[in-house]
């Protein structure tokens, strides 16, 4: 049981190019998330699935794109990178939980990600 | 605007002590709270999750507790252990039923030294 996997782990881009960050899933969760790690930050959410074929955005979705074609599979493409975006990301993925009830989300290892 | 705020900022403690790191939150309407552990270079991985019913949940070492009044919440470690130090993440799940958005603090960096 692989959990949550991400890949790349490290990644440095120059400004103006394109990449995407993969992430998978082996639990069969419905959400799905992308998140940012800044220094003195708490986790900022880019973008969520709630399942196959529906995303939405987050707190700072701005030069990110999501797509959910699959239960498992939740890629994050950056358009055109920017030194802002020097970060490390970290996807995360739960049960939909019901009600008061709730599940635990469980994150990939993250990507350090360096925009020069 | 719904916040987590965390502190102390840092914490250094000598192995086998005891330490308590604080969470205070404004995030309404609530559905849950969870602590984290994130250890350098890692993704954060679970401690707690605990209700606004729910005043302590222990796992091990780690005792949380709730106040959902004063919205407040506390992780307390007992016998401290080198592999302790991490940040410790307080992470506040709003209640909303079509959404599922979570609120995280800045996190508490624990040292605990030899």
């Known amino acids: 049981n692989a959990g949550v996997t991400q890949t790349p782990k490290f990644q440095v881009l120059k400004t103006g190019q394109s990449m995407t960050l993969q992430c998978a899933q082996d639990?069969?969760?419905?959400?799905m998330s992308w998140y940012r790690q800044d220094p003195g930050m708490g986790l900022r959410l880019i973008h969520y699935?709630?399942?196959?074929?529906?995303?939405d955005q987050g707190e700072v979705p701005n030069g990110y794109n999501v797509s959910r074609s699959t239960t498992e599979d939740f890629p994050l493409r950056l358009l055109s990178a920017a030194p802002s975006q020097t970060s490390v990301y970290f996807c995360?993925?739960?049960?939909?939980?019901?009600?008061?009830?709730?599940?635990?989300?469980?994150f990939g290892q993250g990507t350090r990600l360096t925009v020069v | 605007k719904n916040q987590v705020e965390q502190s102390p900022q840092s914490l250094i403690i000598l192995e086998g002590k005891n330490c308590t790191l604080q969470?205070?939150?404004?995030?309404?309407?609530?559905?849950?709270l969870r602590w984290y552990k994130q250890d350098t270079g890692r993704g954060p991985v679970s401690l707690t999750i605990?209700?606004?019913?729910?005043n302590t949940k222990s796992n091990g070492r780690y005792t949380a507790t709730l106040d959902a009044d004063t919205k407040q919440s506390s992780l307390h470690i007992t016998a401290s252990q080198l592999s302790d130090s991490a940040s410790y993440i307080c992470?506040?799940?709003?209640?909303?039923?079509?959404?599922?958005?979570?609120?995280f603090g800045s996190g508490t960096r624990l040292l605990v030294r030899p």
């Open positions: 992470v506040v799940r709003e209640r909303r039923d079509s959404s599922y958005k979570l609120i």
């Open positions: 605990m209700t606004f019913s729910e």
């Open positions: 639990m069969n969760h419905e959400y």
């Open positions: 969470c205070n939150y404004t995030v309404s309407p609530f559905s849950n």
């Open positions: 699935s709630v399942g196959a074929g529906i995303t």
């Open positions: 995360a993925s739960s049960y939909r939980g019901t009600g008061r009830r709730d599940t635990e989300a469980f």
